[in-house]
Every structure is written in C-alpha cells, then in structure tokens.
C-alpha cells in the first residue's frame, strides 16, 4: 500500500511540474523576431513591426509605430531578474523603453458602458471582466478578449481588478 501511495505521489508529483512548466511564459528573442510560448499557444512577431519594447509590469509589451500593441505578455521573472528581460532585447539591437509605455498617460480606467468607446468595444470588456473575475479558469478567454479588443482598435492593461483603456487609432 506504501509503494502504491508513494507511486501515486510522484507522478501526481509529475503531472503538476508539467502543467506548471507549461503555464510559464517562455521568450525567444533573436535578430529578426520575438517568440513568445505559453500554454501551447506561439505568438511571433517579426522585428521589423517593433517600434519599442517595455516592461509594464509584469507584462513584456510590444509596441507598433502606430502605438499598436503587437504582444502584452506576462512573465513569470522575479522582480530581481526582469534586468535579463531588457538585456536580451537590447543584446539583439531591439528599441527598449526602460522608462515603460510611451502611451501610459493615455490609459483610461473602464467603468462599464463607458460613453467614449462604442459598443462592441464596452461589450468585449465587459466580457474580459467576467472572464478576470474568474481568475486562473478564466485566463485564456481574458487574453483572447484582449486580442479582440486590439483588433476593435483599443490597448487593454490590468491592474489589479481594474481594466483600463487606450485608443490606438486616434493620433496621439
């Protein structure tokens, strides 16, 4: 009954090393693109459509000429190390904003039905909400909401329980 149990432990033991292996955020940075893998999902983007690149956060976030976020990231680097981050990009010639997002001043907080976004986009964040308020379960569906959000013409950020909003589109 002990080699059962002791059995048991170790590839419970196993099982929960992989699914923590694949929850964490693995970068590649090379002369002509940055990779980024997370929960079998890739997402590439060419060097050629990255403005800067910054830390916001705990988020590794790339930015397009056109204020365009191509990537918002998290990382799973202690605070002492997110120093690794900035090197490997500037070790491979990439525009790194040490002082953060150039658009931070832009960010607004959301507040549900805000008149300034029009509905589709007050729709997507208001499903992002209830997808945050669901915590690690609602994850993916938080960071796919993201994606269309980008794709309505809106950046999101988080902090803390709170969503806040930037225009893309407008000039800045």
Known sequence: MVL????????AGILLASAALE??????????????QKNKRTRRV??????????????????????RELARERHD??????????AAFEAHGYPWSA?????SDDFRRWV??????PPAANAVLRARAKA????????????????????????IRDVNADQYWRSTTRPH
């Open 132 to 155: 945050n308020a669901l915590g690690h379960k609602g994850k993916a569906d938080a960071h796919e909401l993201r994606d269309e959000a980008a794709k309505l013409g809106y950046a």
């Open 23 to 36: 929850d964490t955020l693995k970068v590649s940075v090379t002369d002509t693109e940055v990779q980024f």
């Open 99 to 103: 002082a953060g997002d150039p658009y």
């Open 112 to 117: 549900e039905d805000d008149p300034e976004l």
């Open 4 to 11: 059962i149990l002791a059995i048991a432990g170790v590839v």
């Open 77 to 86: 680097q202690l605070k002492s190390e997110a120093k690794r981050i900035s």
């Open 46 to 67: 060419p060097r050629e459509q990255i403005r800067v690149a910054f830390l916001d956060g705990n988020d590794i976030v790339l930015q397009a000429a056109d204020s």
